[in-house]
C-alpha cells in the first residue's frame, strides 16, 4: 500500500521569531511545496499566489466556519459574516455594506479627507510626531467611532478590544490567553448594545433599523456591530503605519507620488501588497482537495498566507522590492470572493486620504528606530517615531 508523501514544515507561523521578519520563512514554505503541512499546529498552508486566490473564492470546499485558529473563537463568531459561508452570509453582508458601499461612503469621503489634512497638518507644524499614536491609531478611531455611532467612554476602549479580537483568532498561544478577557468586554458590550446607544442616522444604528424590517434577525444585531469594532481599525492602523514607513524609507518613490498624486492609488495598492496588514485567515476543508499533487483532507484546517501570495515571485515580479509604480490592483490583502473585507472602501479612504495630504504638505520624512506591536493576525509598530519633517 502506498504511503502518501508531502512537504511538512515545523514553523511555528505565529512565533515572534516569525512575525518580527516573515518573508524569508514565506520563501521558504513557498519553495518547498504550494501546500505544506505545518506538524506543530496541525494546518495546512497554502504558500502561493494562485491557490491563496482560487481558496478565497472556493467557499464550498473551503469553507469560513472556522477562520480562527482556535475552537473557542470559532464558536464565539458562528453566526456572523465572518464566519458564515453562503448564503446564509449574503443577508448578513447586504446589512455590513450598507453604510459601506462606493455609494454609501460618498457621503463620508469629504468629512474623513478633511480630518486626515487637519491632522497632518497639525503635524507637520509640530515638527515631529509619534506616527502611530498621533495619526495611524489616531484617524481610524475617529472615523470608525462616528460611522457606528459609538459615544463616551466605549470610544476610549475600541483600540484594546479591536487588537485583542484580532489577537483571538490565533491559535490557543499567550497573546490569545492574555486578550480573551479584553475581547470579552468588547462581546458583552455588543450583545448588550441597543439602538438608542448609538446616534441617530449611524452606521450601527442603520443594523437596528434593519432588524425591523426583518431583513436580519434580531439577535444577530450584536454580533454585526462586534464585527465592526473588532474589524474596523487594526487592519487600517497597521496599513497607515506601514504606509508612513515606507514613504518615509524609499524617498525616490515619495517623490514620484508627490510629484503626481494621481498614483496615490496605486501607491496604496503597492503598500498593501508589500506588507500585508493581515498574517493568515483560517478555513475548513469541507472535502478532500488537491493542490499540485498534495491532497488536503476534509476536515483539515487550511491557513491562507495573506504574506506569502503577495510576495510570490511567480505572481509578481520582483516582489521584494516597493515600487509604486506597479499599481497591483489584484493584490491580496482584502481577501477576494465572497468574503472580500466589506470595510476595503472605507479603509481606502482614510488611506487615501492620509497619503494625499502627505504628497501635499510634505516633502521628506526622517524616521527613527520603529518598533514592533506583534500580533495573531497583524504585524504593526508599535512606535513610529518622525523625527523630521520637512514641509513641502
Not at 518580527?20 to 497554502?46: G, K
Request: glycine share 6%.
Amino acid at each position: 500500500m502506498a504511503v502518501a508523501t508531502y512537504a511538512r514544515s515545523d514553523l511555528d507561523l505565529f512565533s515572534d521569531e516569525v512575525m518580527l521578519d516573515p518573508y524569508p520563512y514565506l520563501a521558504d514554505l513557498r519553495e518547498l511545496a504550494a501546500a505544506v503541512y505545518m506538524e506543530p499546529s496541525n494546518l495546512w498552508a497554502l504558500t502561493r499566489y494562485e491557490h491563496n486566490r482560487a481558496a478565497m473564492a472556493n467557499w464550498k470546499v473551503f469553507s469560513s466556519r472556522s477562520v480562527a485558529f482556535n475552537d473557542t473563537m470559532n464558536q464565539v463568531l458562528l453566526g456572523t459574516s465572518l464566519a458564515t459561508d453562503p448564503p446564509d452570509h449574503r443577508a448578513l453582508r447586504k446589512v455590513l455594506m450598507e453604510r459601506l458601499s462606493p455609494r454609501a461612503l460618498r457621503d463620508v469621503e469629504a468629512d474623513i479627507a478633511a480630518v486626515a489634512d487637519r491632522m497632518v497638518a497639525e503635524l507637520v507644524e509640530r515638527g515631529s510626531f509619534e506616527a502611530m499614536d498621533d495619526l495611524a491609531r489616531a484617524l481610524p478611531l475617529t472615523v470608525v467611532a462616528d460611522l457606528i455611532g459609538v459615544q463616551g467612554a466605549v470610544r476610549e476602549n475600541m483600540l484594546v478590544w479591536g487588537e485583542a479580537a484580532f489577537n483571538c483568532l490565533g491559535p490557543m498561544n499567550e497573546r490569545t490567553a492574555q486578550s480573551f478577557p479584553i475581547a470579552g468586554e468588547l462581546f458583552q458590550w455588543s450583545v448588550e448594545c441597543k439602538a438608542e446607544d448609538l446616534t441617530d442616522g449611524s452606521l450601527g444604528r442603520a443594523i437596528f433599523d434593519a432588524a425591523d424590517r426583518g431583513d436580519i434577525p434580531h439577535e444577530t444585531c450584536g454580533m454585526i456591530i462586534h464585527q465592526y469594532v473588532a474589524a474596523g481599525m487594526d487592519s487600517t492602523i497597521t496599513a497607515l503605519g506601514n504606509a508612513i514607513y515606507l514613504l518615509a524609507t524609499h524617498p525616490d518613490e515619495f517623490d514620484l507620488m508627490r510629484r503626481d498624486r494621481s498614483l496615490i492609488p496605486a501607491a496604496f495598492n503597492e503598500i498593501m501588497r508589500y506588507e500585508s496588514p493581515i498574517h493568515a485567515f483560517g478555513r475548513f476543508m469541507t472535502e478532500d482537495f488537491e493542490i499540485e499533487g498534495t491532497v488536503i483532507p476534509a476536515g483539515s484546517q487550511a491557513v491562507l498566507l495573506y504574506g506569502a501570495a503577495n510576495r510570490d515571485p511567480r505572481h509578481y515580479e520582483e516582489p521584494d522590492v516597493f515600487r509604486i509604480e506597479r499599481d497591483p490592483g489584484d493584490h491580496l490583502s482584502f481577501g477576494h470572493g465572497p468574503h472580500v473585507c466589506a470595510g476595503r472602501g472605507l479603509a481606502k479612504l482614510e488611506i487615501y486620504a492620509v497619503l494625499d495630504a502627505l504628497a501635499r504638505r510634505v516633502r521628506r520624512l526622517t524616521i527613527g528606530e520603529p518598533t514592533r506591536r506583534l500580533g495573531n493576525s497583524t504585524r504593526s509598530y508599535d512606535k513610529l517615531p518622525v523625527r523630521e519633517i520637512e514641509p513641502a
